[in-house]
């Protein structure tokens, strides 16, 4: 597609409940990545996928938080049993391939989540 | 100590003026720099990247880049109110792929 795209854009759950947010890259991006921003923060590193594998997932704030990317495209993070904490925008990015290598990432237009 | 490190301000200036704004980063072995503009409720987008030391232009932006201070900075100049937004520094450290972003300096051109 033209640009990363992201869905849902608003999602509200209640505390406890199981969260999937879905991420569809810029066609021929081989890197994506996941990142969360609260209000007045920078966005916050959670998950790296170089193709298919997560070459980075050091940002994973616990094990209640999962991401697969299985055709190396599309990408879902999942979040389980909810928490108020989990509430911020969960921004999406791709770049053309890796970059230590000179690409750079592109940001969709986010997940905003409310945990109530 | 934070991996990158931005003053939240706000950074006020009138209309026409030069802003400039900082960033430091702790990772003496970061390679690539990146300057994001984000507008309130909006997703960061790309203004500049940066890799080699010295001074970068693009247009009314420059980014400057030195290294042994571990320092990196951008200027805009002949601001505009439309540049009011949050300007996020972020910092590809070595060895890693992932971009580690600063908390952003907002700011605010006054007409």
């Known amino acids: 597609g033209a640009g990363v795209s992201q869905t849902p854009s608003n999602k509200v759950t209640e505390k406890g409940k199981y969260v999937e947010l879905r991420c569809d890259p810029i066609?021929?991006?081989?890197?994506l990545y996941w990142y969360r921003q609260s209000l007045g923060q920078g966005p916050e590193f959670l998950i790296y996928?170089?193709?298919?594998?997560?070459?980075?997932d050091s940002g994973l704030p616990n094990d209640r938080f999962f991401a697969v990317r299985p055709e190396g495209s599309v990408s879902t993070l999942k979040i389980q049993r909810t928490e108020r904490g989990d509430s911020a925008v969960y921004l999406c990015?791709?770049?053309?391939?890796?970059?230590?290598?000179?690409?750079?990432?592109?940001f969709g237009e986010g997940s905003w989540l409310t945990v109530v | 100590q934070k991996e990158v490190e931005q003053n939240s301000g706000p950074l006020s200036v009138p209309e026409g003026a030069i802003a400039s704004l900082n960033c430091t980063y702790s990772d003496r072995g970061s390679q690539s720099f990146f300057w994001y503009r984000q507008y309130s409720g909006k997703s960061p987008e790309l203004i500049m990247f940066?890799?080699?030391?010295g001074d970068k232009e693009d247009g009314r932006f420059t980014a400057q880049l030195n290294k042994a201070s571990q320092y990196v900075s951008l200027l805009i100049r002949d601001s505009q109110p439309s540049d009011s937004a949050t300007y996020l520094c972020a910092v590809n450290q070595g060895g890693y792929q992932k971009v580690t972003f600063g908390t952003g300096t907002k700011l605010q051109v006054i007409p």
């Open positions: 990015a791709s770049s053309l391939g890796p970059t230590l290598s000179g690409n750079t990432i592109y």
């Open positions: 996928f170089q193709g298919t594998g997560a070459a980075d």
């Open positions: 940066i890799y080699s030391n």
């Open positions: 066609s021929g991006h081989t890197a």
